[in-house]
């Protein structure tokens, strides 16, 4: 049977916003992404993987898979940048497939974490048995001190962002994009962030239609900053019960540093 040229336009037209609904709810909200994000300047030979925003709910074949994912990029380090769970009762069972993590992983809280009232202890001695840590204002070295690892929570201690090693590379740990406004004119050589989800439902040609607080103009994916490159990660989980993502999927992303 011959289809006119205008009934086949009208076809399409109306099977696009289906395809689109169909992809934002079935699809993309586990269709998780690897991305290479290349950096300027010299490397010292480590592979950096970084995840954020796991939001965790309940399913655990779609964080052990991430879990997965982030095993077979054999890291030297993983970094994440907070909100572990979406409600308090979901920490033990994200703990313990994140323990699956087979490199040493360093985290910060973010506003979820602090929000479902969780005692950080046992999220502590998770990251800890990993060989990593659970950094609250606090700094560490890494790679037999090649890198200096800072992570910041809700008070960034002004003496904290200066304790950087020159020498070394110095990278940050924050859950807000837009502290890279507050940093006080310290520079590092990578800052990550997270929380914005990318908005989670990304317009082509116009970007998020709306982002949480604290993010500002960073939304997603790498910026030129005074402190910095500050690359944003899209994030692993979903806002409460907004299970959609459209244009804009789940996230794991690899540095060479």
């Known amino acids: 049977m011959k289809i006119s040229r205008r009934k086949f336009l009208a076809a399409a037209l109306l099977a696009t916003p289906c395809a689109a609904v169909a992809d934002a709810k079935w699809l993309e909200p586990t269709w998780l992404k690897v991305r290479q994000v290349p950096l300027a300047g010299d490397k010292l030979g480590c592979r950096l993987v970084h995840f ?8 655990t074949g779609y964080l052990k898979s991430v879990v997965r994912q982030i095993n077979a990029l054999s890291p030297d380090f993983a ?3 907070g909100d572990i769970m979406e409600d308090g009762k979901f920490l033990p069972e994200a703990l313990e497939i994140l323990s699956g993590v087979q490199s040493p992983m360093f985290g910060v809280p973010g506003n979820h974490d602090y929000w479902s009232q969780v005692p950080f202890a046992p999220i502590q001695k998770c ?8 950094l609250m204002n606090e700094r560490t070295e890494i790679a ?7 992570g910041i929570t809700y008070n960034p201690l002004p003496q ?11 990278i940050l740990l924050m859950h807000y ?5 507050q940093l006080g004119g310290a520079k590092f050589d990578l800052l990550l962030a997270g929380h914005s989800h990318g908005g989670q439902v990304r317009i082509p040609f116009y970007g998020p239609v709306v982002v949480p607080f604290d993010v500002g103009e960073y939304d997603l994916g790498l910026f030129p900053t ?6 944003v990660n899209p994030g692993i989980g979903y806002l409460a019960n907004f299970d959609f993502r459209f244009n804009c999927r789940p996230e794991i992303t690899v540095f060479e540093v």
């Open 177 to 181: 994009p837009a502290w890279v406004k």
């Open 127 to 134: 990251f800890a048995a990993t060989g990593g840590a659970w």
């Open 52 to 59: 954020s925003d796991l939001h965790h709910k309940g399913d």
């Open 144 to 150: 037999g001190g090649k890198i200096n690892l800072i």
């Open 160 to 170: 904290l962002l200066a304790a950087k090693s020159p020498p070394a590379k110095n």
């Open 226 to 231: 005074r402190a910095g490159p500050l690359y």
């Open 79 to 81: 970094c994440f940048t």
